[in-house]
C-alpha cells in the first residue's frame, strides 16, 4: 500500500489567497512608498506645489496596475 497522499485540493484555494493578497500588498506599499517620496521630495526642494508628489503618485498607480495585468495574464 502506497502511504503517499494525493495533493489535496483545499491547497489552491489557500494559494491562489495568497497569491492575490500578495499582489495588492505589493501595489499598496508601492504606492505609499513612492507618494511618501514625493512629499519627502517636495519638502526638500520646495517647488511651490506638490509636483514631486503628484508625478510619483501618479506613476506609481501606473505602474502598479501594469504589474497587476501582467501578472493576471500570466499562463
Sequence with gaps: MSSETPKSSSKRPLDSYLRYSAIGLQMALTILFMT???TWLDEKFSPGFPAFTLFL??????GSLIYLVRTLTKP
Design 57 to 62: 503618485a501618479i506613476l506609481s498607480v501606473a
Design 36 to 38: 511618501w517620496a514625493g
